[in-house]
T-cell receptor, first 114, second 113 residues
Framework: GAGVSQSPRYKVAKRGQDVALRCDPISGHVSLFWYQQALGQGPEFLTYFQNEAQLDKSGLPSDRFFAERPEGSVSTLKIQRTQQEDSAVYLC????????????FGPGTRLLVL | GENVEQHPSTLSVQEGDSAVIKCTYSDSASNYFPWYKQELGKGSQLIIDIRSNVGEKKDQRIAVTLNKTAKHFSLHITETQPEDSAVYFCAASMNGGYQKVTFGTGTKLQVIP
């Protein structure tokens, strides 16, 4: 598989639980992005990594959201003390270089917080 | 920041007809405009993109036009087929540094056989 993969594909959490969402970007891709897509809306930017450096986290909605990419490849988006409004599809995308426009998206993780 | 508006939100066409989806953007500094096709369970796939130094780009049945002055761009799908049914998102981003993409709200296209 040469594409971006994400796991789990579906996650149901009880309000207050912590969740961790994983993204495996295309091998060798420098840039990695996380997006949040609410039902019926377009994806909204959360955060951006260049290799292991998190260069922009301006889109993270609260301090309950945390993302990391410690070795510059796999990334994890963690949501602490989940709330119902966190229910959404979380998309990961990667691109080859920091100035290459084309982003390749994964299938997303659908999170439902009850 | 950038704001992208997309219309219509839903679109139904008969197989073989054309479909047009329109988007406007607010930031004149945006210079890259990709279109994504999102199918359930398959993620988002880049189908075509255009840069601000080009007015039109075509790839088989898909074409995109850009009017920089008016700050709007459109996706045209000709000879639609049932497999074109999906949600389509337009987006805009700015060159220089990483590509922070701003998406439209999506158009659900249904091609009726």
């Amino acid at each position: 598989g040469a594409g971006v993969s994400q796991s789990p594909r579906y996650k149901v959490a009880k309000r207050g639980q912590d969740v961790a969402l994983r993204c495996d970007p295309i091998s060798g891709h420098v840039s990695l992005f996380w997006y949040q897509q609410a039902l019926g809306q377009g994806p909204e930017f959360l955060t951006y990594f260049q290799n292991e450096a998190q260069l922009d986290k301006s889109g993270l909605p609260s301090d309950r959201f945390f993302a990391e990419r410690p070795e510059g490849s796999v990334s994890t988006l963690k949501i602490q003390r989940t709330q119902q409004e966190d229910s959404a599809v979380y998309l990961c995308a990667s691109s080859l270089r920091d100035r290459q426009e084309t982003q390749y998206f994964g299938p997303g993780t659908r999170l439902l917080v009850l | 920041g950038e704001n992208v508006e997309q219309h219509p939100s839903t679109l139904s066409v008969q197989e073989g007809d054309s479909a047009v989806i329109k988007c406007t953007y607010s930031d004149s500094a945006s210079n890259y405009f990709p279109w994504y096709k999102q199918e359930l369970g398959k993620g988002s796939q880049l189908i075509i993109d255009i840069r601000s130094n080009v007015g039109e780009k075509k790839d088989q049945r898909i074409a995109v036009t850009l009017n920089k002055t008016a700050k709007h761009f459109s996706l045209h799908i000709t000879e639609t087929q049932p497999e074109d049914s999906a949600v389509y998102f337009c987006a805009a981003s700015m060159n220089g540094g990483y590509q922070k993409v701003t998406f439209g709200t999506g158009t659900k296209l249904q091609v009726i056989p």
